[in-house]
């Protein structure tokens, strides 16, 4: 029997199969419907299931995978390996939770740091003993492009240039570029920094729609081999926790 994995994020959701921890099925779409979601327990024996969303609650599909398989309700004051220290854990972001389930499950007994680079860079980390005291959220890299636009009058609205890597500007556009992209590369490397510098044995693990754009500069840095890409760290957490249950 299979679990129905279901992450709902800011930008797009992910519909996903697993068989025990091997990943059978993956969808990304920009609009979760009801039909994908019946699709999906209509085409595998689905026994139990999963979702997390950082927005609102979708009960329509919550119900859907109530009535039809045995549904997991993901909160953080579910039991899993992970030691939950958040002093406010009511509101930690779901997303957030699972990532780190995730890299204490794939990594176990390893300090971690998690940098999720999607809507927000967030950056999370558990250390050995399976302990997440918190972390930190910052503006993702769409949204400081979005920003600059909008609260001024003449900078144009720009997005990634996954070739451009320069730490000037010759003229606005890649002024742009420069101060928002290796801005916020800077600003990983100076959390990777601090992480590194706590625990010099660090794992970083990236996940996020903007996983690609730092990776492949992490690459090229004194960090590549501490550097793990894991697209779908939350899926993986969430069937953790539907595993452990």
Not at 111 to 137: P, Q
Request: proline content about 2%; overall charge neutral.
């Amino acid at each position: 029997m299979a679990n129905l994995v279901i992450d709902i994020g800011n930008s797009r959701s992910k519909i996903a199969i697993f068989n025990n921890r091997k990943l059978l099925k993956l969808d990304v779409v920009d609009e979760l419907t009801i039909d994908k979601v019946e699709y999906y327990l209509s085409s595998e024996s689905i026994s139990k299931s999963i979702l997390c969303s950082v927005g609102i609650d979708k009960n329509d599909v919550k119900d859907i995978l109530k009535k039809k398989t045995t549904y997991c309700e993901f909160t953080t004051s579910i039991k899993t390996h992970v030691t939950l220290l958040y002093k406010s854990p009511e509101t930690l972001g779901l997303d957030r939770f699972a990532a780190v389930i995730g890299a204490g499950a794939i990594h176990k007994g390893v300090n971690c740091l998690i940098i999720d680079a999607g809507t927000c860079i967030t950056y999370d980390s558990v250390n050995r003993a399976g302990e997440y005291k918190g972390g930190s959220i910052s503006p993702g890299i769409a949204m400081r492009f979005n920003a600059l636009n909008a609260f001024t009058e003449r900078l144009p609205l720009l997005k990634v240039d996954l070739l451009f890597d320069k730490w000037y500007g010759e003229n606005t556009i890649t002024s742009i570029l420069s101060g928002v992209q290796q801005g916020a590369y800077a600003e990983v490397i100076g959390f990777i920094n601090y992480y590194k510098n706590l625990y010099p044995d660090l794992q970083i693990i990236l996940c996020g729609g903007d996983s690609e754009f730092f990776g492949s500069r992490l690459k090229n840095s004194i960090f590549a081999e501490a550097v793990k890409t894991e697209p779908n760290l939350v899926l993986i957490g969430l069937n953790e926790v539907i595993l452990s249950a």
